[in-house]
């Protein structure tokens, strides 16, 4: 089974403050991504990364950036945390195959920015 | 019961009995898509795929039924138990690009 492990189940951190969220998988894929999760919004997709190093925009990348230093693992950055991105973080693996293949989802992370 | 997803965001069903629950999807281009079931405290699990050139995918006690002429896709979920209660969301993706366009979810309780 895939296996994609996010570092925190829940994080408190205060405005301004620099948050890292950490996402590893151990399926080898190719492809990663970071959504959020809001009642009334469903997911929606901040950054995805198809290769080690590289990253592209989603939805809303506005205050977030990434890194993928290694195939494994994928990083999300709140350059400096603000009160609206309290919200459920979700990180995705997926192969990136001939044809679409599905994501598989980690368990969360609940992000508090008080 | 029968959802109708985006209009009808909830759904109640005894336990034992078929479940229908139906997303609308707005991509005409869309040719890949994934029912996900997320249970409370947990992420999408992913449950059952299909492809534009298909209309009908069985899997263990589910179906989903894709119509493109109307944009329409339904999981069906047979002899619903009450480990099947949780939120379910259809998404929707086109050939090449990577990013799932996900519903807002369907919340399915299952009374004992």
């Known amino acids: 089974d895939v296996k994609v492990t996010q570092s925190s189940r829940y994080l408190v951190k205060r405005t301004g403050e620099k948050v890292f969220l950490e996402c590893v998988q151990d399926?080898?894929?190719?492809?990663m991504f970071w959504y959020r999760q809001d009642p009334g919004l469903g997911l929606r997709l901040i950054y995805f990364?198809?290769?080690?190093?590289?990253?592209e925009k989603g939805d809303i990348p506005e205050g977030y950036s990434v890194s993928r230093e290694k195939k494994e693992r994928f990083s999300l950055i709140l350059e400096s945390a603000s009160t609206n991105q309290t919200s459920m973080y979700l990180c995705?693996?997926?192969?990136?195959?001939?044809?679409?293949?599905?994501?598989?989802f980690g368990d969360g992370t609940r992000l508090s920015i008080l | 019961g029968e959802s109708v997803g985006l209009h009808l965001p909830t759904l109640s069903v005894q336990e034992g009995d078929n479940s229908i629950i139906n997303c609308a999807y707005s991509n005409s281009a869309s040719d890949y898509f994934i029912w996900y079931k997320q249970e409370s405290g947990k992420g999408p699990q992913f449950i059952i795929d299909i492809r534009s050139n298909m209309d009908k995918r069985q899997g263990q006690r589910v179906t989903v039924l894709l119509n493109k002429t109307v944009k329409h896709l339904s999981l069906q979920i047979a002899a619903t138990q009450p480990g099947d209660s949780a939120v379910y969301f259809c998404?929707?993706?086109?050939?090449?690009?990577?990013?799932?366009?996900f519903g807002t979810g369907t919340r399915l309780t299952v009374i004992p």
């Open positions: 998404a929707e993706i086109k050939t090449g690009a990577n990013n799932l366009f």
């Open positions: 990364s198809y290769d080690v190093k590289m990253k």
């Open positions: 399926m080898d894929h190719e492809n």
């Open positions: 995705a693996s997926s192969w990136a195959g001939g044809a679409n293949q599905p994501q598989h």
